[in-house]
Nanobody, 117 residues
Framework: VQLQASGGGLVQAGGSLRLSCAAS????????MGWFRQAPGKEREFVAA???????YSADSVKGRFTISGDNAKTTVYLQMNSLTPDDTAVYYC????????????WGQGTLVTVSS
């Protein structure tokens, strides 16, 4: 499975960006896709995830500002990011995994989001 992420860029604080991630194939009808981010000098952290049935999960730090959604027909996941702050600056990675497995199996190349103050 190859993941192609896009949508990163430079935005001012308070602005919005929408990330997209398309998977090249689906290994199971029960899959999940998620977004993680890694800021300079920090460990990678979970941002949000969506399961193929539509269930979503978000980190407390982004709740109310970020919304994850998906298109099962296209095996694509989106991350709408609003009210961005400089603390959201990071490389954002999408990931694909099978529901029931502890880890995600496939990772995208990452897309850089930079929020200026």
């Amino acid at each position: 499975v190859q993941l192609q992420a896009s949508g990163g860029g430079l935005v001012q604080a308070g602005g919005s960006l929408r990330l997209s991630c398309a998977a090249s194939e689906r290994t199971s009808s029960m899959y999940r896709m998620g977004w993680f981010r890694q800021a300079p000098g920090k460990e990678r952290e979970f941002v949000a995830a969506i399961w193929s049935g539509g269930r979503t999960y978000s980190a407390d730090s982004v709740k109310g500002r970020f919304t994850i959604s998906g298109d099962n027909a296209k095996t694509t996941v989106y991350l709408q990011m609003n009210s961005l702050t400089p603390d959201d600056t990071a490389v954002y990675y999408c990931a694909y995994g099978t529901i029931g497995r502890r880890e995600y199996d496939y990772w995208g190349q990452g897309t850089l989001v930079t929020v200026s103050s």
